[in-house]
Each structure stands twice: as structure tokens, then as C-alpha cells.
């Protein structure tokens, strides 16, 4: 019994080796004779679109699937209060500005001619005192007036010429612009109120963002109306420049693959003769990733290689979409491409 079935397990592993040895013998010498070939897929990398603050969602222009321009509005959170705020900055920084001004022109014209009036009549006071204090000084000498009447008109001519001499300060003090130490502060507080108004227009932006680059709006996370919490992602954007592509090297031809070097590659319903450039080698090894069937590359260690597109073949590539690059060239720097 016991010789009966191990004749029959040999017979079995016998035909298993048999039928399997061949065809494998027939993928290895069909990846010899032609260049090798390295199977792979293209990966998006999205950019996820969120506020900073919570708030409610009162629109979304953008749908699943659409491709958007940089610059379009993708939603807008509610902004009552960030645009009150934008306001207040607004007007704080206006009267900010007007006291600054203020300082640096003097006194206003109106002030002005009031101390000039005010000076033209004590000029005019004084040319009568000093007559009068001439009248006084004859009278004296003749002993016509008293001492005293004499002293009062000296007196007054005094108090005239003293109130001239201020009024003149007063007139030139007034054709002057405050202090410096006063002007610095003023103009110190002005800069500070900008730095507060741009920091309001920036939260107010940040309510309604815009798509930094062209690309396609991979999914949209919550609809107008619903309350959104601060730093959830309202619209994943997958910009066009972040398509790449992402195939594995068998360990053996590992050292032909450089950063910068061109590639060909191919995929089902795209265009002939695609190019990439190698952005990324990686430094681990793995083993081939379970969703590439192959029998000749499966179970094998391979590194990770990552390329970029030429810009002419981003639009048509999907993420997920399988490739096949061709065999690396051995001078890809220099390679001319077409």
C-alpha cells in the first residue's frame, strides 16, 4: 500500500515539472531575446483642499470628475465674519493713516489765520503804545505829565512787544509738523494695523480657496450647507504635474537606473512613443507587488522606480493605469529623445 502510493505521487510530480518546466523556459527566453521590459502603473499624488477655521459650507461650484483651471473658486465657507473683521481693519487703519498725516502737516490753515489775525492786532496796538510813550517822553522833559502816566506807557509798550514775540512762536510753531518721536509712533502704529489687515484678508482668503494649479477634482467631501470642521479636506484636486508613473527594476538591472535619465513607456489606448524622466530610485528592495501577474517576474526582488511624464502625456494618464517601460538604456543622460 505504502509503495503503491508513493509510485503514484512521483508519477504526479513527474507530470507537474513536466508541464510547468517548459513554459516557464518559454517566458525566460522570450524576455531574452527581445529588451527587457519593467511593468508598472501611474500614481497621482492629490492635494487635499481644507479650511483652517470650522464653519458652515455655503458653496461648492466644483463637482467630482471636473477639471478646473488655477485660480477657480473650489468652495466658499461662511464668511460673515471674517469680511467684519476686513472692515474693522479697514477703518482702524484709516484713522491710523489720517493721524499720521495730521502730525506731519501742522495746523490747519483756518487755525493758522486766526493766530496771524490776533498777531496783526497787537501790532497795531503797539505802534499806538510806542506814540503814545513818545507823547509821554516829551511831556516828561517838559514836566508837563507825571512819572507815573510816563512808567504805564513804558509798561505797556513792553507788555506789547512781549505778547508780539509769542504770537510770532506761536505762528511759526504752528507752520511746523509735530514732534519726531510722535510722527515714528504714529507712523509705527500705521504699519502695524497693515500687517493686521493683511493677516484678515488672509483668513477671509482662506475661506474661499482656489485651485493652486490645473488639474482634476478627484472628490468632493462634503455638500453646501453642512458644517465643516477646521482642517478637513472639502475637495481632493489632483493637479496635472502630480502624475507619475511608478514601475519595478529587477535587483539585477538595478544599476543601469539613474535619477534624470529617460524612459520609454506605453499603455493600452495612449499614444505611441511616451517619455518620462526618473525622479526616484528607491533604496529598499521588495518583492514584486502581488497586482503585477507575471509567472517570469513573480516572487523576485525588485526596486521601485519613479518617473514624470512629459508634460504633453499628463492629460490622457488615469492613476491606476497599468504601463510597460521599456529596457533601461545604458547612457539614458544623453539619450536623444524624439
Given at each position: 500500500?505504502?509503495?503503491?502510493?508513493?509510485?503514484?505521487?512521483?508519477?504526479?510530480?513527474?507530470?507537474?515539472?513536466?508541464?510547468?518546466?517548459?513554459?516557464?523556459?518559454?517566458i525566460?527566453?522570450?524576455?531574452?531575446?527581445?529588451?527587457?521590459?519593467?511593468?508598472?502603473?501611474?500614481?497621482g499624488?492629490?492635494?487635499?483642499?481644507?479650511?483652517?477655521?470650522?464653519?458652515?459650507?455655503?458653496a461648492?461650484?466644483?463637482?467630482?470628475?471636473?477639471?478646473?483651471?488655477?485660480?477657480?473658486?473650489?468652495?466658499?465657507?461662511?464668511t460673515?465674519?471674517?469680511?467684519?473683521?476686513?472692515?474693522?481693519?479697514?477703518?482702524?487703519?484709516?484713522?491710523?493713516?489720517?493721524?499720521?498725516?495730521n502730525?506731519?502737516?501742522?495746523?490747519?490753515?483756518e487755525?493758522?489765520?486766526?493766530v496771524?489775525?490776533?498777531?496783526?492786532?497787537?501790532?497795531?496796538?503797539?505802534?499806538?503804545?510806542?506814540?503814545?510813550?513818545?507823547r509821554?517822553?516829551?511831556?516828561?522833559?517838559?514836566?508837563?505829565?507825571?512819572?507815573?502816566?510816563?512808567?504805564?506807557s513804558?509798561?505797556?509798550?513792553a507788555?506789547?512787544?512781549?505778547?508780539?514775540?509769542?504770537?510770532?512762536?506761536?505762528?511759526?510753531?504752528?507752520?511746523?509738523?509735530?514732534?519726531?518721536?510722535?510722527i515714528?509712533?504714529?507712523?509705527?502704529?500705521?504699519?502695524?494695523?497693515?500687517?493686521?489687515?493683511?493677516?484678515?484678508?488672509?483668513?477671509?482668503?482662506?475661506?474661499?480657496?482656489?485651485?493652486?494649479?490645473?488639474?482634476?477634482?478627484?472628490n468632493?467631501?462634503?455638500?453646501?450647507?453642512e458644517?465643516?470642521?477646521?482642517?478637513?479636506?472639502?475637495?481632493?484636486?489632483?493637479?496635472?504635474?502630480?502624475?507619475?508613473?511608478?514601475?519595478?527594476?529587477?535587483?539585477?538591472?538595478l544599476?543601469?537606473?539613474?535619477?534624470?535619465?529617460?524612459?520609454?513607456?506605453?499603455?493600452?489606448?495612449?499614444?505611441?512613443?511616451?517619455?518620462?524622466?526618473?525622479?526616484?530610485?528607491?533604496?529598499?528592495?521588495?518583492?514584486t507587488?502581488?497586482?503585477?501577474?507575471?509567472?517570469?517576474?513573480?516572487?523576485?526582488?525588485?526596486?521601485?522606480?519613479?518617473a514624470?511624464?512629459?508634460?504633453?502625456?499628463?492629460?490622457?494618464?488615469?492613476?491606476?493605469?497599468?504601463?510597460?517601460?521599456?529596457?533601461?538604456?545604458?547612457?539614458?543622460?544623453?539619450?536623444?529623445?524624439?
Open positions: 500500500m505504502k509503495l503503491a502510493l508513493l509510485v503514484g505521487v512521483a508519477v504526479v510530480a513527474g507530470t507537474a515539472l513536466v508541464g510547468y518546466g517548459p513554459a516557464e523556459r518559454r525566460n527566453a522570450g524576455a531574452s531575446t527581445g529588451s527587457p521590459r519593467y511593468l508598472g502603473y501611474v500614481e499624488e492629490t492635494t487635499l483642499v481644507a479650511p483652517p477655521v470650522a464653519g458652515r459650507l455655503v461648492r461650484p466644483v463637482e467630482r470628475g471636473d477639471r478646473v483651471k488655477k485660480g477657480d473658486r473650489l468652495f466658499v465657507i461662511d460673515t465674519q471674517a469680511e467684519a473683521e476686513v472692515a474693522r481693519a479697514v477703518a482702524v487703519l484709516a484713522e491710523f493713516k489720517a493721524r499720521h498725516a502730525l506731519l502737516t501742522g495746523k490747519r490753515a487755525e493758522q489765520e486766526v496771524r489775525a490776533q498777531r496783526r492786532e497787537i501790532e497795531a496796538n503797539l505802534v499806538m503804545a510806542e506814540a503814545d510813550l513818545a509821554q517822553t516829551d511831556l516828561l522833559a517838559k514836566r508837563i505829565t507825571s512819572r507815573q502816566s510816563y512808567d504805564q513804558v509798561a505797556q509798550v507788555e506789547l512787544r512781549a505778547r508780539m514775540a509769542s504770537m510770532r512762536a506761536r505762528e511759526r510753531a504752528g507752520d511746523l509738523s509735530a514732534r519726531q518721536p510722535e515714528d509712533a504714529a507712523a509705527a502704529l500705521v504699519e502695524q494695523q497693515e500687517a493686521i489687515l493683511n493677516r484678515a484678508k488672509n483668513q477671509l482668503a482662506d475661506l474661499m480657496p482656489v485651485a493652486p494649479d490645473d488639474g482634476l477634482v478627484e468632493t467631501f462634503f455638500n453646501v450647507g458644517w465643516v470642521p477646521p482642517g478637513s479636506p472639502v475637495v481632493s484636486l489632483l493637479p496635472d504635474f502630480r502624475i507619475k508613473l511608478r514601475f519595478f527594476v529587477p535587483e539585477g538591472e544599476a543601469k537606473a539613474r535619477t534624470a535619465m529617460r524612459v520609454r513607456f506605453s499603455c493600452d489606448g495612449c499614444a505611441p512613443d511616451l517619455g518620462a524622466t526618473v525622479t526616484y530610485i528607491s533604496p529598499r528592495a521588495e518583492y507587488p502581488p497586482i503585477i501577474y507575471s509567472q517570469g517576474t513573480r516572487a523576485k526582488l525588485v526596486f521601485m522606480v519613479e514624470r511624464p512629459d508634460p504633453m502625456t499628463q492629460l490622457p494618464l488615469q492613476p491606476g493605469l497599468p504601463i510597460t517601460v521599456d529596457g533601461l538604456s545604458g547612457d539614458a543622460k544623453t539619450w536623444a529623445w524624439r
